[in-house]
């Protein structure tokens, strides 16, 4: 297997969520990175994605394949080397042995445009750079070695052939399932709990057999502890495939991007109720005079938009949808600040959480797959 810088082309989430490009006359070059690193955003969202002149080699992603390809071979997988590319987002395609690597983790000047855009780096840290990385290691693996076929990867998984939902519900106290990406991202589908259940096996230091003893996920574990001895020295039996939309292809502009990924991750119904409002704030007589509730929404934001995607592990911006919502009814309603701040903060972050997982899992949310 070639390495990255040999490369033609360089290296949720999904290959079965793939936009169409928008097509336009090419450019005569890519922009070198340094030439539009200093641009403001408004300069910068105008440049095609396949003119920003990336080189995955030239990144810090490098440190991240690396680590994870030193966990394959401590693990005893040495003969697997799946190779990466850039693209558009996270992906590993069905019958490759690759990954897409977001654009954005390839310069810091992207990820601080990414931030500004969706409120978050999917992957900008280094720890959740490598639980993706391991996760979509799982999917090129798979792919690689054919495991789907093996009669019992199917006994404990499921099967691959089966069409991925546009929505899932999770059982949020299931002990079926490991918990890795998101806490229930492994009930959606065969090939993700695999993937997500291969991830926790390999994640160095990973107490896999104490957290997850009497759980019947152990019983997955084990299994990929098992299957992964047998296979480790094993050539894989399936060629590697090809780069699929690598960033060089892509001809959207990134504000196209933008405008693309929030209507993805946004709120088109969101389902916040009167009375509920009524009991965290107030339109008594008595309050007219305290802080407004779109005022003291305005001012907890950030710090509620957090938590709440720490509880929930929904986008941030989906969540900033929500707030946004609540705070406009808030307005009309002329709601005001009731009780002390501390626990109108507490019952507020609470009241966002349930708004937004009743949106990601009332059907009104398209879980993207």
């Known amino acids: 297997m070639m390495d990255e810088a040999e490369q033609s082309a360089e290296t949720p989430v999904r ?11 090419r450019s005569p070059r890519p922009v070198p990175p340094e030439e539009w690193e200093g641009w403001p955003d408004e300069n910068l969202l105008d440049l095609r994605l396949c003119d920003l002149g990336l080189r995955l080699p030239d990144s810090e992603l490098m440190l991240r394949i690396r680590a994870l390809r030193q966990e394959l071979h401590r693990h005893g997988i040495r003969q697997f080397r799946p190779f ?29 445009l990414e ?3 969706m409120l978050e780096v999917e992957g900008g840290s280094a ?11 799982g999917h090129a693996l798979d792919n690689a070695y054919g495991l789907r076929h093996r009669r019992r990867r199917q006994q404990l998984f499921g099967f691959s052939s089966q069409k991925y939902p546009e929505f899932y519900t999770p059982r949020p106290y299931s002990r079926s399932f490991v918990q890795h990406l998101e806490p229930w991202y492994a009930q959606s589908h065969p090939d993700e709990d695999f993937a997500e259940t291969f991830a ?20 997955k574990l084990e299994y990929v502890d098992a299957l992964m001895s047998e296979i480790g020295d094993q050539p894989p039996r399936v060629a590697p495939g090809h780069p699929v939309d690598p960033l060089a292809r892509l001809r959207k502009t990134l504000r196209e991007y933008y405008d693309e990924k929030r209507q993805r991750y946004g709120v088109d119904a969101p389902n916040v109720y009167d009375r509920d409002l009524r009991r965290l704030f107030s339109d008594a007589r008595e309050h007219r005079a305290n802080r407004s509730a779109a005022r003291f929404i305005r001012r907890v934001r950030k710090q509620v938009r957090v938590r709440v995607a720490q509880w ?58």
């Open 15 to 25: 290959a079965s969520a793939r936009r169409p490009s928008v097509r336009r006359a």
């Open 84 to 112: 990466f590319w850039l693209s558009d987002d996270w992906y590993t395609p069905d019958g490759v042995s690759g990954v897409a690597v977001p654009f954005y983790l390839a310069h810091p000047r992207l990820a601080r």
């Open 115 to 117: 931030y500004a855009q």
């Open 127 to 137: 720890e959740e750079c490598m639980r993706i990385l391991r996760h979509e290691a």
């Open 200 to 219: 926790v096996w390999l994640t160095p230091g990973s107490p896999w057999r104490t957290r997850y003893a009497g759980w019947p996920a152990l019983k």
């Open 312 to 369: 929930t592990n929904a986008y941030q911006y989906t969540i900033n949808q929500v707030i946004d919502e609540i705070a406009k009814r808030c307005r009309e309603l002329n709601l005001r600040v009731g009780g002390s701040e501390e626990q109108t903060t507490l019952d507020f972050t609470v009241f966002v959480a349930v708004q937004t997982l009743h949106f990601l899992h009332s059907g009104s949310h398209r879980v993207w797959l």
